[in-house]
């Protein structure tokens, strides 16, 4: 790149496809479907107990997976999700053998976790008292027809990612700004796929990019060990506040930008 005359080396990466998943609409809220062997198809909802297995055969052999029959042995726990049943298992860990198909199968059960999530936001409205919203409010009094505003279907701001969940946070990062003003430092905090988290818990030949779970879960430990650091051992002097948020670049290594507030 020339500018000015002068010419500035810089590294372009490749276009790369941000998309993971494409979870579809409620046509006919199934994903699979199976042919019985005299004949005749059948749809596999997700939360059957026999969608795993079908799906992924090398992975489960004619077990049941998550369906909403489970039994419920914890006293402390209210009900058992898809996010209990995926996350931990207690035979021999062959998942994180089957290198490809193994992110195939953490981006199928998220989108199935995600799913489960937004069906039951979907079947609590009510509960979730939705009808005190105030465009909904407002929409209901105007003068068109109330038939014609469909069914809606309000995402609140517990659900993490959707629009009330990102207002509220950028209300409170605002609230930061207006109180202490603009932040005095910018931290950007990247993943190194050589530590020796990573690197000792890989197996042999295996390169990090296939254990997207390792990667995740030490960037995590090293994030908090670092706020530590800031906070409590205060290694670049007293903090008032701090900001971070987490972002995957082009869904490689992840990385945080950090905003800091220090004491004068």
């Not at 992110?103 to 005190?132: C, H, P, W, Y």
């Not at 390169?207 to 290694?235: E, G, T």
């Amino acid at each position: 790149m020339q500018t000015d005359g002068l010419t500035v080396s810089i590294r372009l990466q490749s276009p790369a496809c941000n998309v993971a998943a494409v979870i579809h609409g409620e046509e006919h809220n199934s994903r699979f479907v199976t042919r019985y062997r005299g004949g005749g198809l059948r749809r596999i909802s997700e939360t059957h107990r026999s969608y795993d297995c079908l799906q992924y055969p090398f992975f489960f052999h004619t077990e049941d997976g998550y369906h909403f029959k489970i039994p419920i042995y914890q006293a402390s726990s209210d009900s058992m999700t898809t996010s209990k049943t995926v996350s931990w298992r207690g035979e021999f860990n062959h998942l994180h053998r089957c290198r490809q198909l193994f992110l195939q199968f953490a981006v199928d059960m998220a989108a199935k976790m995600e799913s489960e999530r937004l069906g039951f936001i979907k079947l609590n409205q009510s509960k979730l008292r939705t009808d005190s919203y105030i465009h909904l409010r407002d929409g209901m009094r105007s003068d068109g027809d109330p038939r014609n505003l469909g069914k809606p279907c309000i995402l609140p701001s517990s659900y993490t990612g959707g629009p009330r969940y990102m207002h509220e946070r950028t209300q409170d990062a605002m609230t930061y700004v207006r109180d202490y003003g603009r932040p005095d430092l910018f931290v950007t905090f990247t993943c190194n796929p050589k530590w020796v988290e990573i690197t000792r818990e890989l197996f042999p030949g295996q390169p990090y990019s296939h254990r997207s779970d390792l990667i995740a879960r030490v960037f995590w430990l090293q994030l908090c060990k670092l706020m530590d650091l800031i906070h409590k051992a205060q290694v670049i002097g007293r903090v008032k506040c701090h900001m971070y948020t987490v972002e995957w670049q082009k869904r490689g290594l992840p990385h945080a930008h950090i905003l800091l507030w220090l004491n004068d």
